[in-house]
């Protein structure tokens, strides 16, 4: 139905594709549920660590905690029915560890082995066609870089001012692993976090975009300032001393946005770095050495440095008329100078 000359036209619906999932999963965690339930059926836990517990948490489309009736059929664990069938199932196993130490032993000497859990059993069969979910996803990243490019708005909740498009794109970053991880942690997360990846080059460039271009180029030959036209003249003779830079000028106020950017790049640099542990922390084991986001973390260490260029350029150029008038004053006609 996903895939060949069958394939459902509905398969490209993202919103489709997404409830039949949701729904195999469903099938498969009550499914387990029924075989422990009438035949006794232990699982795995591969998240237990020393634990002697089989009991799991399992959790429904929205994330919320499931309970299970005497039927097997899920119901929302804060729910009035899920409650009352928690507060059983609790009961019954406090029962259950209060049996004698023999009749455990005869309990062990029968028991059948664990095995392997069923969820993933039919649902890892859907990662391979999760391309439109990722596309809807880079979709909604795509319209919040959008917004960033317009919107100066800041956040002064923090310890430092940030643009709060910066804030806001990172929470909807973690919402997005949390929709993804509830469904699959394999190969469609991966993809996700590529798209993380892509997502996050593109706002550092949107952040970049916001400080002022530079307004001329200069060449300085040994101390000396000059023009750009004839310092490329002189570094074309080949001497060593010449090196090129660009001036920029900031706007009467204009610094505050700067150091807003710079801000901004540094909190999104050091948030990269969490994202990253978080991402590795979920994801499967076969893809934890494939995540790697230096890359986008130096992207906004090279818009940093270029705010705090910037910002000293700028307020280099705009304190150069007193500079001037200062050198160009003859200070010996004054007989004394205050600080004033």
């Not at 591969?46 to 948490?57: E, F, H, L, V, Y």
């Not at 509830?182 to 590529?194: A, D, E, M, R």
């Amino acid at each position: 139905l996903l895939d060949g000359p069958y394939k459902d036209r509905d398969a490209q619906n993202a919103t489709i594709l997404l409830k039949a999932l949701q729904k195999t999963i469903l099938f498969e965690k009550e499914m387990m549920v029924r075989l422990d339930r009438n035949y006794g059926t232990k699982f795995i836990d591969p998240s237990a660590t020393g634990s002697t517990s089989q009991q799991k948490q399992l959790l429904g489309e929205d994330g919320e905690v499931l309970e299970f009736d005497e039927s097997g059929q899920a119901v929302e664990g804060s729910s009035a029915q899920g409650i009352r069938i928690k507060y059983e199932r609790l009961k019954k196993e406090e029962a259950k560890a209060a049996t004698s130490l023999s009749q455990l032993t005869e309990e062990k000497t029968r028991e059948v082995p664990a095995v392997r859990p069923l969820v993933g059993v039919a649902s890892t069969s859907f990662d391979k066609y999760m391309a439109p979910y990722i596309a809807l996803e880079e979709q909604s990243m795509n319209e919040h870089l959008v917004e960033s490019a317009s919107s100066n708005e800041i956040d002064t909740r923090g310890e430092k001012p940030l643009l709060t498009s910066s804030t806001a794109l990172f929470v909807y970053i973690k919402g997005s692993i949390t929709r993804c991880t509830v469904l699959t942690k394999g190969s469609p997360f991966f993809y996700l976090c590529q798209s993380f990846k892509d997502t996050l080059r593109k706002y550092a460039t949107v952040l970049s975009g916001k400080l002022p271009s530079p307004t001329s180029g200069t060449t300085v030959v040994g101390g000396i300032t000059i023009s750009a036209s004839v310092g490329g003249l002189v570094a074309s003779g080949g001497n060593k001393e010449v090196s090129s830079t660009s001036t920029y000028k900031i706007a009467p106020g204009g610094e505050e946005n700067v150091c807003h950017v710079i801000a901004t790049c540094e909190y999104c640099a050091d948030t990269v770095e969490a994202l990253e542990d978080l991402i590795k922390e979920t994801i499967e084991d076969s893809y934890k050495v494939k995540v790697d986001m230096s890359g986008e973390q130096e992207a906004f260490h090279d818009v940093m440095a270029r705010g705090i260029k910037v910002l000293v350029s700028g307020l280099e150029n705009r304190a150069e008329p007193a500079f001037r008038t200062m050198t160009s004053t003859n200070w010996a006609t004054f007989n004394e100078v205050g600080e004033e």
